[in-house]
């Protein structure tokens, strides 16, 4: 989900791609230049990963998730005539982010609805009552802060809670239309990717944009919930979010049995076995659970490997992590009837453990409810021994 993968040049692959397949997968998936690509240009861009095999000369660099699909923005978006109320210009705190700090105080002379992201200082002369979230992690994270009544409108992809269901749109963030954006008439638009420059775009018309980029840690994930706290009118409640959330991780962390040696495991992005190493986002709160990672010593320099069966077999991981659940069906059966799979530990003793596509491939609120699966699967693999 979150950093960038560097993987090498390889023969030409076919991919089976599932419907709705993950963040991570999919931008895995993208290996060469989608620009150039005829299945990729912007016809088939919002169907590019529903059911079809694609074929990959090169692998290069890729960002994953939150800097998700950058090769797909990239390739531009639609130029607008429509214009929106202007952001001031009055000075934002300066904040070291990914995803920035709240100012504690602001002077009497500053606005304060006003943050510093990584484009610069975002400045609203006033309480924003039409939002627009691009960012199905940033969606999470507005309406965890009670600012859900403040959003007109949502990306195609953000899908939680439930109240997002009424303000959805088939608004991409990955292949974003400023015309369509203008439209709404937004006075904030939130946004994780800025690859295809839709803040300088938006800012032409008038459009204050806010950047929350893709976490490499939980102190990006609190700074993102408190700079979106400040910008709404929510301060208070952000504070009381990143207060629980931080409650809640040390309290999880605290559970974890002490092992004489740590359980192994592995992480499935999709079912041609990509994973992510502990230097990723995903893989620390593996590593909060006092998990080792068998990912780690496949590919030196690669943070999303693709590992083969064998390697996985030979590793013989106690506890399997599916995040490909949604996207491809995979299940603690599917894999149990893979080839040589049902001699790895964590099959032999049941402990295949399914995980929400969703949460795994997103920085918000829910990372909780994703270390606590982890927890209680560590919880159940270890040895009855464990203190």
């Given at each position: 989900?979150?950093?960038?993968?560097?993987?090498?040049?390889?023969?030409?692959?076919?991919?089976?791609?599932?419907?709705?397949?993950?963040?991570?997968?999919?931008?895995?998936?993208?290996?060469?230049?989608?620009?150039?690509?005829?299945?990729?240009?912007?016809?088939?861009?919002?169907?590019?990963?529903?059911?079809?095999?694609?074929?990959?000369?090169?692998?290069?660099?890729?960002?994953?998730?939150?800097l998700s699909l950058l090769a797909l923005s990239a390739c531009g978006s639609d130029a607008a005539d429509s214009a929106a109320p202007a952001a001031s210009s009055a000075p934002a705190a300066s904040?070291?982010?990914?995803?920035?700090?709240?100012?504690?105080?602001?002077?009497?002379?500053?606005?304060?609805?006003?943050?510093?992201?990584?484009?610069?200082?975002?400045?609203?002369?006033?309480?924003?009552?039409?939002?627009?979230?691009?960012?199905?992690?940033?969606?999470?994270?507005?309406?965890?802060?009670?600012?859900?009544?403040?959003?007109?409108?949502?990306?195609?992809?953000?899908?939680?809670?439930?109240?997002?269901?009424?303000?959805?749109?088939?608004?991409?963030?990955?292949?974003?239309?400023?015309?369509?954006i203008a439209t709404y008439k937004p006075d904030l638009v939130v946004i994780g990717d800025d690859s295809a420059k839709l803040s300088a775009q938006l800012g032409q018309l008038g459009i204050p944009?806010?950047?929350?980029?893709?976490?490499?840690?939980?102190?990006?994930?609190?700074?993102?919930?408190?700079?979106?706290?400040?910008?709404?009118?929510?301060?208070?409640?952000?504070?009381?979010?990143?207060?629980?959330?931080?409650?809640?991780?040390?309290?999880?962390?605290?559970?974890?049995?002490?092992?004489?040696?740590?359980?192994?495991?592995?992480?499935?992005?999709?079912?041609?076995?990509?994973?992510?190493?502990?230097?990723?986002?995903?893989?620390?709160?593996?590593?909060?659970?006092?998990?080792?990672?068998?990912?780690?010593?496949?590919?030196?320099?690669?943070?999303?490997?693709?590992?083969?069966?064998?390697?996985?077999?030979?590793?013989?991981?106690?506890?399997?992590?599916?995040?490909?659940?949604?996207?491809?069906?995979?299940?603690?059966?599917?894999?149990?009837?893979?080839?040589?799979?049902?001699?790895?530990?964590?099959?032999?003793?049941?402990?295949?453990?399914?995980?929400?596509?969703?949460?795994?491939?997103?920085?918000?609120?829910?990372?909780?409810?994703?270390?606590?699966?982890?927890?209680?699967?560590?919880?159940?693999?270890?040895?009855?021994?464990?203190?």
């Open positions: 989900m979150l950093l960038t993968a560097f993987v090498k040049q390889t023969s030409p692959v076919a991919w089976s791609v599932c419907a709705t397949a993950t963040l991570e997968a999919r931008v895995v998936r993208l290996g060469r230049n989608p620009c150039s690509d005829p299945f990729l240009s912007s016809k088939y861009l919002e169907d590019f990963f529903m059911s079809r095999h694609i074929s990959f000369r090169s692998r290069a660099t890729a960002a994953l998730l939150g904040a070291p982010m990914n995803g920035g700090s709240t100012p504690a105080s602001a002077p009497s002379d500053v606005v304060p609805f006003s943050v510093t992201d990584p484009n610069g200082p975002v400045s609203l002369q006033a309480k924003p009552v039409r939002i627009i979230s691009l960012s199905p992690t940033h969606t999470e994270m507005l309406f965890a802060i009670g600012a859900g009544a403040q959003v007109v409108a949502v990306d195609d992809q953000s899908n939680f809670p439930a109240e997002v269901a009424a303000v959805k749109t088939d608004l991409s963030g990955f292949t974003p239309n400023i015309e369509a944009v806010w950047y929350g980029p893709a976490a490499t840690s939980l102190d990006d994930v609190y700074a993102q919930i408190e700079q979106l706290g400040v910008l709404t009118d929510h301060v208070a409640d952000s504070a009381s979010l990143v207060a629980t959330m931080s409650a809640d991780v040390a309290s999880l962390v605290a559970e974890v049995p002490k092992l004489v040696a740590p359980l192994t495991y592995y992480h499935e992005l999709d079912p041609t076995y990509f994973s992510a190493t502990s230097n990723t986002f995903i893989g620390q709160l593996y590593a909060l659970a006092g998990l080792r990672n068998v990912a780690d010593t496949a590919e030196a320099g690669n943070d999303y490997p693709q590992l083969n069966a064998e390697f996985i077999v030979s590793s013989n991981p106690d506890i399997i992590f599916l995040a490909d659940t949604k996207c491809c069906g995979e299940s603690a059966e599917t894999v149990s009837v893979r080839d040589g799979w049902a001699a790895i530990a964590a099959v032999k003793s049941g402990h295949v453990v399914a995980m929400d596509d969703d949460i795994s491939s997103r920085w918000g609120p829910r990372v909780v409810d994703y270390l606590r699966s982890v927890v209680d699967a560590v919880k159940a693999a270890a040895p009855v021994t464990a203190g």
